[in-house]
């Protein structure tokens, strides 16, 4: 079906779209600080509303709402997720402009949320109010689940399925993560990492000490260092006892779409400002390691005075916030077993583990109807396939989402960010342009999704997620 009527309503509202995004960005919703969320909620279920979608907001406990809204029909029937809120902004000082402001420059728009998630909402709405005022009716159902909790671990959302399951089942699921690569090619994942989010706690005195009694009283921050050490060697090799053991080797099937993804690695040395890749990686075996290489990785360390001003202490206590990326055949709870007994075993007894959130991995196949509507409708709007990631390096809460039938629903995922969007850091912005080429690429993905007939050649597991169950 021609869609040069679907383009131009997209390209006659494109001001209006954007302003709708910039609305959007301006509400701030950091779920980690809990301010405004019940407001943005809000507005992403207005938003759906003007659609014409049937909405529903469930609170489950003291967690924020989950947004639900149901539009189209057909005997196909997806679900679109997304989540509401926020990272933390971290230093406003190292913001071009501030993160709710939601400014435009040269074609970019700036705010926290732009790139993770708010854009790839806002431009998936958009597109099915474009699709029903050029075609008319979705020819399939959409089911919008928008959560508030993704930046916490979603916890509202494992237990959203417990009561409201129906709402969850269907052929196939949209996630909300994506880009375009330095090359300009667009990544569409068929599956995520999983992640195992942890805080390691040690102490020493009650509180902090004069640092004359560091002789003498056992310091917490050179304890917790010294257990960091233990972890990963200093090539960045995961030293964890019996770790990698736990790694599934890589299937022939990925090792064949492995050789389909080549990274731009000059272009993101540039782009991240770095001399080198880990260990001297280059090539297929740094493509291998970002897709299918598990990761520990130090967020964050607290301990003893670091503020402005000469303050010579000897601290109380000492923290370290840890992720690590999970691939075949590691799970949140293998790993914490696995670390509590690596630290043991080296006398660090005294170092509490505190799980903070996790999720498996998802790994889905490419022979899916999401997943076949997503590869072949981005020639022509990007003017080449896109590039198949087997496993985004990310992680999200999938398992959530597709696991409440068997076999779990099979998961897709692409955005309208791209390589400089850097979402979690400082300036998080996307390019107006890829803004409105998604709206054009998910209005194509909606007609697909209903036009496809089953591929008789895929296997009968082919579109089974593994691990999904938390």
């Not at 699709?131 to 930046?151: A, M, N, S, W």
């Not at 090359?183 to 640092?211: M, P, Q, W, Y």
């Not at 890589?250 to 540039?270: I, N, P």
């Not at 342009?433 to 008789?456: M, N, P, S, T, V």
Request: aromatic content about 8%; some cysteine; overall charge neutral.
């Amino acid at each position: 079906m021609p869609f040069t009527r679907f383009d131009r309503y997209v390209d006659r509202h494109a001001r209006s779209f954007t302003e709708r995004l910039q609305a959007l960005c301006r509400m701030p919703s950091v779920a980690a600080r809990g301010t405004g969320m019940r407001a943005v909620a809000e507005a992403v279920e207005q938003m759906l509303q003007r659609t014409g979608a049937g909405t529903r907001s469930f609170k489950i406990g003291s967690g924020f709402p989950i947004v639900y809204g149901e539009c189209g029909a057909g005997e196909r029937c997806f679900v679109v997720y997304g989540h509401y809120d926020v990272q933390p902004v971290g230093q406003l000082t190292d913001w071009s402009s501030g993160p709710f402001a939601a400014a435009i420059t040269d074609g970019k728009l700036y705010a926290r949320g732009a790139s993770n998630s708010k854009g790839d909402l806002v431009a998936r709405v958009a597109a099915v109010e474009a699709y029903q005022k050029t075609f008319g009716k979705l020819p399939v159902c959409l089911r919008f689940i928008v959560e508030g909790e993704d930046g916490l671990a979603s916890p509202s959302l494992y237990r959203f399925p417990d009561e409201h399951a129906e709402l969850l089942r269907a052929d196939g699921c949209i996630w909300d993560d994506g880009y375009k690569d330095t090359n300009e090619r667009l990544v569409v994942s068929l599956g995520f990492k999983g992640i195992a989010f942890l805080e390691l706690r040690t102490h020493g005195a009650r509180t902090d000490l004069h640092s004359k009694w560091g002789g003498i009283v056992p310091n917490p921050a050179w304890r917790l260092v010294q257990a960091l050490a233990t972890i990963a060697s200093p090539k960045g090799v995961i030293t964890v006892d019996g770790f990698s053991s736990h790694v599934a080797p890589v299937t022939a099937e990925d090792k064949q779409t492995l050789k389909t993804v080549q990274l731009d690695e000059a272009g993101l040395r540039r782009e991240f400002r770095i001399g080198q890749w880990v260990r001297g990686m280059t090539g297929k075996e740094l493509t291998k390691e970002l897709i299918f290489g598990p990761t520990c990785t130090i967020c964050g360390i607290r301990t003893g005075h670091t503020e402005a001003g000469a303050k010579t202490i000897l601290p109380g206590a000492a923290t370290a916030r840890l992720d690590f990326r999970l691939v075949p055949d590691l799970t949140p709870e293998l790993v914490v077993k696995l670390l509590r007994s690596h630290l043991d075993t080296r006398g660090f007894q005294d170092i509490e583990i505190v799980e903070l959130g996790g999720a498996p991995y998802a790994k889905s196949s490419p022979t899916s109807y999401v997943a076949r509507a997503a590869i072949e409708s981005a020639g022509e709007i990007y003017g080449a396939p896109p590039v198949v990631y087997p496993l985004d390096p990310a992680s999200g809460p999938v398992g959530a989402v597709c696991g409440v039938q068997f076999p779990p629903t099979p998961v897709v995922s692409f955005g309208v960010s791209y390589s400089g969007s850097n979402p979690h850091g400082p300036d998080e912005n996307i390019r107006l342009d890829d803004f409105l080429q998604g709206i054009k690429y998910f209005g194509r993905i909606i007609h697909r999704l209903a036009e496809l007939e089953e591929d008789e050649s895929a296997k009968p597991e082919g579109d089974i997620i593994v691990q999904l169950n938390r």
